[in-house]
C-alpha cells in the first residue's frame, strides 16, 4: 500500500484519461492521492476531484511560488477565504522557487511566510516547494517563532545538511522520481535518512522515474519510486510501503 503525497493530476495532461489514470494507481496498490494546490484556477479542479473520489484524492490549499506575481495579496485573500469553506489536509503547496524567475523574491518571502503562519493557526501541515532556494526558505523559518513546524519538504533537492536541518525543525522530506535518475547526491540522503522521516511523491506529471523520462508522470508510476527506496536501503518493498505510508497517514491525518 503507497500514498503519493504529491500529484497534480487535476491539471489539463490528464483531461483525456484522468479516471483511467486513477484506475491504474490503485492497481499498482497507490490507494490515496494528495492534491497540492497551485492558485486560484486550480481549487475547483482540485475540490471536484476529492469529492468525486472520496477517500482516495486529498485537497490542499496554498499559492504556490511561481504563482506570487503583482496580485498576490489578492491571491492569499483568496486562499484565506477558502480554508474556513472546505476541509483541506494541508497548506500547498508554499514555498520559495527561484529558479526560473527572482523578480517577486520579496513577494515570494511574504507569501511564503503568511501561508506558513496560516498553516500553524489552522493546525495543518505545510506541503514546501523549494527551488534553488534553501538559505532564503530557512531563513523565513527561522524568522518564525516556532520550536516545531509540522510539514514536508516537497521534491527534496537539497543537500544532507539541508535535510539534517529540516528534519530537526520537524518536517518530513519528499522523495520522487529524481531518486531513480543517476543522481548520487538524493540516492545518499535516501540512504542516511532513516524512513520515519521520509514520504513519497510522484509530483506528476513532472518528474517521471525511470524508465519514464521524458514522459508525462502519473501516480501509478510511484512503485517505482518506492522500488529504488527499497533497493538503496536495502529493505523490503512491503516495508517501504507500510512505514512511508504511515508517516503521511499520521502527517496529513488521513483514514
Ligand atoms: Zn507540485
Not at 67 to 72: D, M, R, T
Not at 85 to 96: D, Q, V
Amino acid at each position: 500500500m503507497l500514498i503519493d503525497t504529491h500529484s497534480h493530476i487535476y491539471l489539463k495532461e490528464f483531461d483525456a484519461d484522468r479516471d483511467l489514470v486513477i484506475e491504474r494507481a490503485l492497481n499498482n496498490s497507490i490507494l490515496k492521492i494528495l492534491l497540492p494546490n497551485i492558485d486560484s484556477h486550480s481549487v475547483l479542479e482540485i475540490l471536484r476531484l476529492s469529492e468525486k473520489y472520496r477517500n482516495i484524492c486529498y485537497p490542499m490549499i496554498g499559492l504556490h511560488p511561481t504563482s506570487v506575481k503583482e496580485n498576490y495579496e489578492e491571491e492569499l485573500s483568496f486562499i484565506n477565504n477558502w480554508i474556513s469553506k472546505n476541509k483541506f489536509i494541508a497548506i500547498g503547496e508554499i514555498g520559495m522557487d527561484l529558479y526560473w524567475d527572482k523578480t517577486f523574491v520579496e513577494e515570494q518571502k511574504i507569501a511564503f511566510n503568511t501561508q506558513v503562519q496560516l498553516s500553524i493557526k489552522h493546525n495543518l501541515p505545510a506541503v514546501i516547494h523549494i527551488r534553488n532556494a534553501f538559505a532564503e526558505t530557512f531563513s523565513v523559518l527561522e524568522s518564525i517563532n516556532k520550536a516545531k513546524f509540522s510539514g514536508v519538504f516537497h521534491c527534496f533537492s537539497g543537500n544532507l545538511v539541508d535535510a539534517q536541518k529540516a528534519i530537526e525543525m520537524g518536517f518530513l522530506l519528499g522523495i520522487g522520481g529524481v531518486v531513480t535518475y543517476k543522481n548520487a547526491s538524493l540516492q545518499e540522503i535516501v540512504k542516511e535518512i532513516p524512513l520515519e522521516k521520509l514520504v513519497l511523491e510522484t509530483d506528476s506529471p513532472y518528474l517521471p522515474p525511470v524508465p519514464f523520462r521524458g514522459k508525462r508522470n502519473e501516480s501509478g508510476y510511484l512503485i517505482f519510486i518506492a522500488e529504488k527506496i527499497a533497493e538503496i536501503k536495502n529493505i523490503s518493498l512491503n516495508k517501504v510501503g507500510e512505514i512511508t505510508s504511515e508517516n503521511a497517514r499520521e502527517l496529513f491525518r488521513l483514514l
